[in-house]
Structures are given as C-alpha cells and as structure tokens.
C-alpha cells in the first residue's frame, strides 16, 4: 500500500521516493501504464531485437478477424504534417493462426497481451472472440468498432450508439476475459458512444482510433493512399484526442486508456491527468521504436520528481473555477 500524499510531503527532502506507476485495468495488473497500440507494433516479436518488450506495459496486437485479411492495394501510407495517413485494411492472419503462429512468442513475455478484435457482421467478432478464447495467454481484448457493418448498409458500429451496444453485448456474452472497447473519434459526441459500450458491458474503453482523413496529389490528381480516405494519426491529432479522453474519463466509470499522437512522457502524463488510467504509443513506434520505454522512464521520473504514485496523478487535473463550463 502506497503511503498517502500528506504522509509522502513529511518525508524529508531528498529522500529517494521510489514512485508505484503499475496499474490495474478490469482486473489485471500491468507493471506500468505504456502500451504498444494495435497495428504499430505488429505482433510484438516484429520490436523484439529493436527494444526489451518485458518492459513494456503491454502490447496490442494488430487487428484479428476470424478469418485471415489481405487489405487494401498499396498505396496505403502517405505521410502528413504531422501525421499519416493510413489504409492498411486490417491485413491480419485471422484468429487460428495467431493462437497457433503468433501467441506462442506473446505467451512467453512478461508483459501483458492485449488482443485487438474486428469484424463486418457482429456474428463475425463473436466467431473471432470465440477462436481466441482457446488461446492461452491473452489477457484481454480490444475490439475495434471502426469498422463497417455489412448487414446495416455500411454503417459503421463505433459511429451509432445502438451498433455499438449490439456488437459489444454480444463480444462480452462471447469473451472469457475482459472486454475493452476501442472508440472511434469519428462522432459528434464522444461520451454517447462510450456511455453505450459501457452500459453494453465493456469493462475499459480505449480511444481514439484514427480519424478519418485524405489527401491529393494535385498533378495527378488523385488520392495519395488507394482506398481515397484514410485514418490519420501521429502528434497532428494529439489534442482533439485529449480532449475526447478528458471528456469521457467524466462520462464513464470504466477505466479509460488514453491514445492519439503521444510521443513523449509529457504528452503521456496529459491523457492521464486528464483522466486516463493508461496510454498506447501509436504511430511513434514506426520512426522511434523504444518510444514507448521512455515514456515509462519519463512518467517514473515524473512522479519521482513530484513524490506522486500514478494513482495519485489519474485524472487530477485543474479545472480553474473561473473556466468555462466543461464541454461535456
Ligand atoms: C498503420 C496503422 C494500423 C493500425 N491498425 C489498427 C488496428 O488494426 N486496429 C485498431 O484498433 N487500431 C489500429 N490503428 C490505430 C492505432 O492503434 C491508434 O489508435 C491510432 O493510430 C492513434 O494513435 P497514434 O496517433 O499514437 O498513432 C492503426 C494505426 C496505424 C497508423
């Protein structure tokens, strides 16, 4: 048991203060609050000879459907200020292969699996949900709701509160383990869509997913990336993405892990004094791969610096009295 804040402020200066930064998220125990985020860092053993993955949060895997995906045509990159865009089209090796192929290396680390599931019918999540609770050692899923449904004419679940609740009550009835449900940023109201998926039964929410974007090559006059849309991502989005995470850490009871352009420790410690419980490290993996490790180094610094357990730093912002009324 941590000591309390007042008790910490008494000891004397200089006294070396070795801050707790492990967390727990619906149930289980992660020794810090930095995560790898779905489709950045492949399935883990891509990072292995790049960076030591024990010292990791965890990792979530890139998205897995019941069946293997190919993707879109290439392009499907093209970087922006700031940012990139990105098509992939959840390329994956569908859920067999991972348990059989991919999970063996995961299993064998100390750091927590995190496993990102998708489908186009919610009969499709379940069938992916109900492969991977064969596997053993995942400790939880994340189900991407960014896609479209086939069956309700395209419309994608994570945009509509009622598909949201559908496809997350059925993921939850199917999961042997806890339910995160990653948001899209791509609504009006955020905390609608988070308030459906935790009525629905998600025992975390995760956000935000890429938004949806484009860009042109104006003397062909096409779109950079084949699929003419694409999710941006990267530090370009940062601040609408906190502010969605400070909005729903208020609206919900659930934990809330923080995502969108963090790059360093301080941009990290912003989604969590805004309220989120923990981070992912996204697109910032592709240009510094041991990114995420020293956002842990940074954040340990941090709370050791302010004599703060992280506990103590989850959503403790303020809010000066004189500040318009919130947005949510
Ligand atoms: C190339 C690429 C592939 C991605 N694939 C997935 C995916 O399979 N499932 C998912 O939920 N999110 C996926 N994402 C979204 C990221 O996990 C993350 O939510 C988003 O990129 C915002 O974080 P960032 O700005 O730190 O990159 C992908 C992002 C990128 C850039």
Known sequence: M???IAERE???????????????????????????????????QEFARLIDLNQLGGI?????????????????????????????GLQNVG????????????????????????????????????ILNDGSGIDAYELNISCPNTRAGGM???????????????????????????????????????????????????????????????ETRTPRVSNVTAGLSGPAIKPVALRMVYQTARAVRVPVIGIGGIASAEDALEFIIAGA??????????????????????IRAWCRSKRLNLSDVVGSIKIPPSAASPVS
């Open 2 to 4: 941590a000591a309390p």
């Open 10 to 44: 008494r000891t004397p200066a200089g006294t070396e203060f070795n801050p707790q930064i492990g967390v727990e998220i619906s149930g289980i125990h992660f020794a810090n609050p930095v995560l790898t985020a779905s489709g950045t860092f492949g399935y883990g």
């Open 60 to 88: 979530v895997v890139k998205g897995i459907s019941a069946e293997p995906m190919e993707g879109n045509p290439p392009p499907r990159i093209y970087e922006t200020e700031a940012g990139m865009l990105n098509a992939i």
């Open 95 to 130: 859920a067999r292969r991972f348990v059989e192929e991919k999970l063996p290396f995961l299993r064998g680390l100390r750091t927590r699996t995190i496993v990102n599931v998708f489908g186009y019918t919610t009969e499709d999540y379940v069938r992916a949900i109900e």
């Open 156 to 218: 994608v679940y994570g945009n509509d509160p009622r598909l949201t609740a559908e496809v997350v009550a059925a993921s939850k009835r199917a999961a042997r383990r806890p339910l995160w449900v990653k948001l899209s940023p791509n609504v009006t109201d955020i905390t609608e869509l988070a308030r459906a998926a935790e009525s629905a039964g998600a025992d975390a929410l995760t956000l935000v997913n890429t938004f949806v974007g484009m860009a042109i090559d104006i």
């Open 277 to 298: 419980s923990a981070v992912q490290i996204g697109t910032a993996n592709f240009y510094a791969p041991d990114t995420a490790l020293r956002v842990v180094e940074g």
